[in-house]
T-cell receptor, first 114, second 111 residues
Framework: ETGVTQTPRHLVMGMTNKKSLKCEQH?????MYWYKQSAKKPLELMFV???????ENNSVPSRFSPECPNSSHLFLHLHTLQPEDSALYLC?????????????FGPGTRLTVL | TQLLEQSPQFLSIQEGENLTVYCNSS?????LQWYRQEPGEGPVLLVT?????EVKKLKRLTFQFGDARKDSSLHITAAQPGDTGLYLC???????????FGAGTRLFVKA
C-alpha cells in the first residue's frame, strides 16, 4: 500500500465509449502524474500537475483529457480511444515537482480498447 | 532525446544465483533511481544514487552509479523468488524536472 489508489483496476471499453480513470493520494503531496506503461516500452509520462495546475503535457492525443479538481484527486477522461491505447495507466504523486522527490505509484488501471 | 537502455530485457535464474542488470545512456543524469514493479502493482522505489561512482547497498542488492553519471548497475546476491519482478531505472535530466524511465529488466527467480 503506497498511499495512492486507482480505480478501476481493470477496464474494457469500445472505441466509441467514454470512461474516466480516477486516482487518489492520501499522502498530502503537491504533484501528481499520469504515466502510460506498454509492454517492453519505457514508462511514458503523459501529464504532470503541480498544486492543481497542469505543468506538463507531453504531446498526448486530445482523446486523453486530464482533470485535477484538488491536490488529492486526479482523473483521466477517455473518449474515442484506439486499440493501441491499450496499456497499464499508472498514477503517481510526489511531495513536489522535481527529480529529487520520490514518486509513489498507484497499482494502475489495466485498459483494453476493443 | 535522452534514452535509458536496460539490459538484459529478461532474465530467468535459479534461486541462490547472483546477477547483474544494467542501465546505460549517452546522457548525463543528475541522479538515477531504481524501482521494482511486481505483477499487478505500480513501481516502488528501491534507491536513488546521486554522486558519480556512488555505491549503495540494500540487503542483498548493490547499486552503483557510473563515474560519469551516464550508467548504473544493480547486482543481486543469492537471488530469491521474492526478487522476481520488473526492475526499472529512471534518470533525472540535469537541471530539469523530467525523469526518464528505461523499459526495464524482467527478472524471474525459480525456487
Amino acid at each position: 500500500e503506497t498511499g495512492v489508489t486507482q480505480t478501476p483496476r481493470h477496464l474494457v471499453m469500445g472505441m466509441t465509449n467514454k470512461k474516466s480513470l480516477k486516482c487518489e493520494q492520501h499522502l498530502g503531496h503537491n504533484a501528481m502524474y499520469w504515466y502510460k506503461q506498454s509492454a517492453k516500452k519505457p514508462l511514458e509520462l503523459m501529464f504532470v500537475y503541480s498544486l492543481e495546475e497542469r505543468v506538463e503535457n507531453n504531446s498526448v492525443p486530445s482523446r486523453f483529457s486530464p482533470e485535477c479538481p484538488n491536490s488529492s484527486h486526479l482523473f483521466l477522461h477517455l473518449h474515442t480511444l484506439q486499440p493501441e491505447d491499450s496499456a497499464l495507466y499508472l498514477c503517481a504523486s510526489s511531495q513536489d515537482r522535481g527529480y529529487w522527490n520520490e514518486q509513489f505509484f498507484g497499482p494502475g488501471t489495466r485498459l483494453t480498447v476493443l | 532525446t535522452q534514452l535509458l537502455e536496460q539490459s538484459p530485457q529478461f532474465l530467468s535464474i535459479q534461486e541462490g544465483e547472483n546477477l547483474t542488470v544494467y542501465c546505460n545512456s549517452s546522457s548525463v543524469f543528475s541522479s538515477l533511481q531504481w524501482y521494482r514493479q511486481e505483477p499487478g502493482e505500480g513501481p516502488v522505489l528501491l534507491v536513488t544514487v546521486v554522486t558519480g561512482g556512488e555505491v549503495k547497498k540494500l540487503k542483498r542488492l548493490t547499486f552503483q552509479f557510473g563515474d560519469a553519471r551516464k550508467d548504473s548497475s544493480l547486482h543481486i546476491t543469492a537471488a530469491q523468488p521474492g526478487d522476481t519482478g520488473l526492475y526499472l531505472c529512471a534518470g533525472a535530466e540535469a537541471g530539469g524536472f523530467k525523469t526518464i524511465f528505461g523499459a526495464g529488466t524482467r527478472l524471474f527467480v525459480k525456487a
